[in-house]
């Protein structure tokens, strides 16, 4: 019965890294902005679809880019770009002049809502309801074992990932002047715009940089367990839920977060069913708005 124990803390580590990418950026869109980015989730399903459209479906693409050297490489750097695009023009044609009409969060919050639900439905459209993989074959799959826990190629890179997204991310933001005009941004726009931070731009940069994690976590969840069109709102819950517990606007915080979120769920359901998972995620949740809302670390 213990030797299920690596396997468990395998299990969520991995589903700690997954949580945490999507973390990453949605705390770093929110702290700039304030609001929550609920289209957060479905970028990271199109960072994940784009990069099914150029290696799977679209033939004189994927035999490009199947058979050329660095040709992954090469379509996830193109799948986080589409995201990161898509994180841009939502900022520019739908925020921005929410922000320019002074809109309540609320507004924000419905506003985004609404955009999801539009790009849920249009990547139904374009690639069905219909589940896909971006992996190869059960034969094709790399896997390491750890102090008796097994992961594959792909969780490892998920790790990896987060470890190096966050400390650069951590670094930039702290010593940057970019960085400084987050902060700034964060404690008050209006402020910011006085003493001479072009506020749009950096709000801009932030979407960018954002959207373009919530793309790379897509593009990983792809190849690790596969896509759908409604995976958006499962990573999105996961990763806010995540970014409260750890701490919103926090980057750290969120990544500590969701690996705490990891370990809670997989270890809280190894007696029982795993239906509850995500009952145990959001019970979780409610324990640290009642004790300790403002997360593990402050913003």
């Known amino acids: 019965m213990e030797s299920i124990v690596p396997q468990l803390m395998a299990n969520s580590i991995i589903a700690g890294g997954i949580y945490a990418l999507v973390a990453l950026g949605f705390n770093l869109i929110y702290g700039?902005?304030?609001?929550?980015?609920?289209?957060?989730?479905?970028?990271?399903?199109?960072?994940?679809?784009?990069?099914?459209?150029?290696?799977?479906?679209?033939?004189?693409?994927?035999?490009?880019?199947?058979q050329s050297i660095g040709g992954t490489v090469f379509a996830v750097l193109i799948g986080v770009l589409c995201a990161a695009l898509v994180g841009y023009l939502l900022d520019k044609f739908l925020?921005?002049?929410?922000?320019?009409?002074?809109?309540?969060?609320?507004?924000?919050?419905?506003?985004?809502?609404?955009?999801f639900t539009?790009?849920?439905?249009f990547l139904a459209i374009l690639f069905t309801s219909q589940f896909q993989t971006l992996g190869g074959g059960a034969g094709d799959i790399v896997t390491y074992t750890i102090f008796g826990g097994i992961i594959t190629e792909v969780q490892a890179i998920v790790i990896v990932s987060v470890v190096v997204i966050m400390l650069v991310l951590g670094i930039f933001l702290k010593k940057s002047l970019f960085g400084k005009s987050v902060e700034a941004i964060s404690d008050d726009e209006h402020v910011a715009k006085i003493v001479g931070i072009h506020t749009e731009k950096i709000i801009s940069i932030v979407f960018v940089i954002g959207s373009a994690i919530?793309?790379?976590?897509?593009?990983?969840?792809?190849?690790d367990t596969g896509l759908e069109p409604t995976m958006g709102m499962g990573l999105l819950l996961k990763g806010v839920i995540a970014s409260i517990i750890g701490g919103i606007g926090n980057v750290y915080g969120g990544v500590l977060g969701a690996f705490l979120l990891g370990f809670?769920?997989?270890f809280g359901i190894w007696k029982i069913s795993g239906e509850w998972k995500d009952a145990?995620?959001?019970?979780?949740?409610?324990?640290?708005?009642?004790?300790?809302?403002?997360?593990i670390l402050k913003r």
């Open 214 to 223: 919530a793309g790379l976590a897509g593009i990983l969840v792809g190849y």
């Open 32 to 66: 700039a902005t304030k609001f929550f980015n609920l289209t957060h989730g479905v970028i990271a399903a199109i960072g994940g679809y784009t990069v099914f459209y150029i290696t799977k479906k679209n033939d004189s693409l994927a035999s490009f880019f199947n």
């Open 280 to 295: 145990i995620a959001f019970g979780l949740l409610i324990v640290f708005l009642i004790v300790r809302p403002q997360g």
């Open 118 to 121: 539009c790009l849920q439905a």
């Open 264 to 266: 809670v769920e997989n």
């Open 95 to 115: 925020y921005k002049k929410l922000r320019d009409r002074k809109a309540s969060p609320m507004v924000f919050l419905v506003a985004s809502l609404g955009a």
